[in-house]
């Protein structure tokens, strides 16, 4: 099931890494992610589940909850196997204080004291497009990026 085609009220879950994957990485977190979201079940009964990896940076993991409800053993699998991944290729996928700020079609992601140092300097502004972490469903996450100034980091501005 391709996350196009799925319903937007699906719940999503936001992950995102300071810099891109390798191709090596990537590669091996989109069959690890294959694998995981084909067989992926709450309580004995299939999850009607996708993902997207976004720039190498990005994994969106989405759950049509009108067909089956996630539990929370369910979410923690999701959760312990980006946790064994990134443990093992020493990637960070639970840092949720980055702001990823889109330049030149490519994402920057910033601590949030890169981030005001960037608003000081004039780099960066409320219109500034950035990703949207925050977003329950697919419907909410719209195109991906919002302004600055409607994100969880507009306090920063």
């Known amino acids: ?24 990485q990537a590669h ?10 084909g067989g992926w079940e709450a309580h004995g009964a299939k999850l009607a589940a996708a993902y997207r990896i976004i720039k190498d940076q990005f994994l969106i993991i989405a759950i049509d909850e009108t067909q089956q409800q ?21 990637l960070d996928f639970f840092n949720r ?8 079609e490519t994402f920057t992601s910033y601590s949030t004291l890169e981030l005001k140092a960037a608003i000081a300097e004039g780099k960066i502004g409320p219109n500034t497009q950035v ?10 996450s719209l195109t ?13 501005i």
């Open 97 to 104: 204080m980055l702001v990823h700020v889109m330049e030149n």
């Open 1 to 24: 099931m391709g996350m196009q085609t799925m319903n937007p009220e699906s719940s999503i879950w936001f992950y995102g890494l300071k810099k891109p994957m390798n191709t090596v």
């Open 70 to 90: 996630a539990t929370g053993c369910s979410i923690d699998k999701s959760v312990h196997l980006l946790q064994e991944f990134g443990a093992k290729q020493g």
């Open 144 to 156: 991906g990026t919002l302004d600055l100034a409607d994100s969880w980091a507009a306090k920063y």
């Open 131 to 140: 990703m949207n972490t925050t977003a329950a469903t697919l419907k909410e």
């Open 28 to 37: 091996e977190l989109k069959v690890i992610m294959e694998e995981f979201v």
